[in-house]
Each structure stands twice: as structure tokens, then as C-alpha cells.
């Protein structure tokens, strides 16, 4: 049985998009209409649709009951949960859990949220142009002090794309593995580093653009040449998804396979999801441990103005994605 997705649609003739503002604003399903093929990932579990009351999961167990495995916003914390500054940060950060609110036309969706861990409110806009959804974010700093936090999005593909064989394409001339999260399924060596596609491995060097099941696994993408892209493709050409974002805001993206890796509840080996998340800081383990090794968190100076915009190309593509176009569509 499909699972409903709550929520708000937006669509065009090509696009179908959920947005779900109760629980984090999340985008719950991105369905290319042409095909009928969704391309966001699904928990293989029945998420919790109500925002978590105090504004942070202690921990992911705690977060993942309302993960609906789509496209969440991480602010102002990505990963683990931590003291920091003095406040208590929930993983994957408030902007994940909380609810936001909304206005919506049949092909657009603005939300916005005052927050309760920092002082910053955020505007954003969802929209969708033929076969693209367009994402701008504004962001304005109302505090006295500056904030150091972490701003960046959980787009997570799966569904009808990873239905069949896909490869990984970007423009990303290097990747660095994460050097704590190693569970059994992992190939990876933590820690290293190479030219993207390839990066070391515990049995030899692995090629992140062919990803297979059963893995589990986590790496950052950075160095990218001009824009930031990453696409999935499925190789039987059916469909594609190509995410592209502005490198300047966001210089890595964090990739994560979760490919049958995980036997733990409640995954229990069912999940397909491949994550290609663009994100200011190269950490996935918190902004305490960010700090610790300096990998690069956001300062918001009192009255700071931040704008940014991604875009996402869902289509039937003609073999492998090689850049994009300015306009954000896959070349």
C-alpha cells in the first residue's frame, strides 16, 4: 500500500511536489508526473505527522519518528544533538521538527519561522517551473551577539529512482569520507580523502558514482568547479534527479548511502535512500564538534541578510549526467 503523503501540493504538469509544514516544513514527495515516478525516499516506517513540542530531538532515534525520508531543512544544527553556546541543539537542528507557516498558490508554497534556539527568522519559497522545483531561502539575523550555526538541506533520493541500478554524477572534484560514522556495513575507510569518484577503502579504493546494496556509508563532496551539482540517474534511463545549489552558501554536500546497511531498528536492512545534502559545514556530528575541528561553521552577525536558492531537475534523462545549464536544467 502507498503511503499518503500529508500536507500541501503544489504542482505543474510535470511536477507533483508535497510539502508537509506541520513537521519541518519538509518536502514529503517530488513525483515526475510524465512517468508517475516519485523520486524522494520513504521510510520504511510510519512517521509521527506532529512537530516535536520542544523544538529538539534529544537524539536520532528521537528525530528519526518523524524522518519521512524526503527533503528536510537542517538549521540551526546538522547531526548530532549538543550543548552549544549554551543551548541545547536537537539533532539535525529546529528548523527539522518544528512546524512552520505557510501560504501556498497551486505552484507555490511560502513558509516562514521565527526561531526558538536562535534569534533568526527564515523565509522560503517553493516553486515549481515545469520540470523544476525552484528553492530561494532567506535568512535575517535579529539578535545583539553573533550566532555560529549550520544551515543545510536533507535532500534524500529514493522510491521509484533507486527502483533499479543508479550512478552518482557531480561536479565535485574531491570527496573526504566521515572519519566517525563506520558502521559493519561501511566500506569506506574513515577519514580518507581522493578525486572524486574514488575514495580509500577498507579492501581497496571504492567508487562513490556506482553506489550498491548493502552499504551504509557517509562522505562530504566539495570542491566543486563554478555552480554545485550532484545528480542520480537511473541507468535504465527511466529518470533523473539533478540538484544544483550555490557553492558560495553551501561548499559541500554530505553524501550518505543507507542501501540495506542498517539491520538496527528501525531500518532492520529495509532502507533505500541515497542523500545528497549541500551544506555550509563539512561535519556531520553536530555544531559542538564542528567547532572543535573547525570545519567551517556559519557566523550571523546582529542584522545579517542571507539569501540563497537551489534548484531540482526531475526528468527522463538520455544517459549520463555530465553538467548543468544555467538555468539549473541537466545538460
Known amino acids: 500500500m502507498m503511503r499518503e503523503p500529508p500536507g500541501i501540493v503544489i504542482e505543474s504538469r510535470e511536477l507533483r511536489v508535497t510539502v508537509n509544514p506541520r513537521v519541518g516544513g519538509t518536502i514529503t514527495e517530488i513525483r515526475h508526473l510524465p512517468s508517475n515516478l516519485s523520486v524522494l525516499g520513504e521510510t520504511p516506517w510510519d512517521p509521527v505527522n506532529a512537530p516535536i513540542a520542544s523544538f529538539a ?14 527533503w528536510p531543512l537542517l538549521f540551526p544544527n546538522g547531526g548530532d544533538a549538543c550543548q552549544f553556546g549554551g543551548i541545547f541543539h536537537g539533532f539535525h537542528g529546529e528548523a527539522s521538527i518544528s512546524p512552520w507557516e505557510f501560504t501556498a498558490t497551486s505552484k507555490t508554497i511560502r513558509l516562514s519561522r521565527r526561531f526558538f534556539s536562535v534569534p533568526v527568522e527564515m523565509q522560503r519559497e517553493l516553486k ?35 527502483a533499479g541500478p543508479v550512478e552518482v554524477t557531480t561536479n565535485a572534484a574531491r570527496a573526504s569520507v566521515d572519519r566517525l560514522y563506520d558502521p559493519p556495513a561501511n566500506p569506506l575507510a574513515p577519514g580518507g580523502q581522493g578525486d572524486w569518484p574514488m575514495v580509500p577503502g577498507k579492501q581497496g579504493s571504492v567508487d562513490l558514482s556506482k553506489p550498491a546494496a548493502p552499504v551504509a556509508a557517509s562522505a562530504y563532496l566539495h570542491d566543486f568547479t563554478g555552480s554545485a551539482w550532484a545528480a542520480v540517474r537511473r541507468l535504465d534511463d527511466r529518470i533523473a534527479a539533478a540538484l544544483s545549489w550555490d557553492a558560495a552558501t553551501f561548499p559541500c554536500a554530505w553524501l550518505w548511502y543507507e542501501l540495506g546497511g542498517t ?20 561535519s556531520g556530528s553536530g555544531l559542538a564538534d564542528a567547532k572543535t575541528r573547525s570545519t567551517g561553521l556559519l557566523t550571523l552577525e546582529p542584522g545579517a541578510e542571507l539569501s540563497t536558492e537551489l534548484r531540482l531537475h526531475v526528468f527522463e534523462p538520455k544517459g549520463s549526467v555530465t553538467g548543468i545549464q544555467a538555468d539549473g536544467r541537466a545538460a
Not at 539578535?143 to 555560529?148: A, L, N, Q
Open 57 to 70: 530531538a534529544r537524539d536520532e532515534p528521537e528525530w528519526l519518528t518523524r524522518f519521512t525520508g524526503g
Open 128 to 162: 515549481i517551473s515545469g520540470d523544476m522545483l525552484v528553492i530561494r531561502e532567506r535568512l535575517r539575523m535579529e539578535g545583539v551577539r553573533p550566532v555560529e550555526v549550520m544551515w543545510g538541506h536533507h535532500a534524500t533520493f529514493g522510491s521509484d529512482l533507486l
Open 263 to 282: 539491520p538496527e531498528p528501525p531500518w532492520h536492512g529495509r532502507g533505500r535512500m541515497i542523500g545528497i545534502e549541500p551544506n555550509t559545514t563539512r
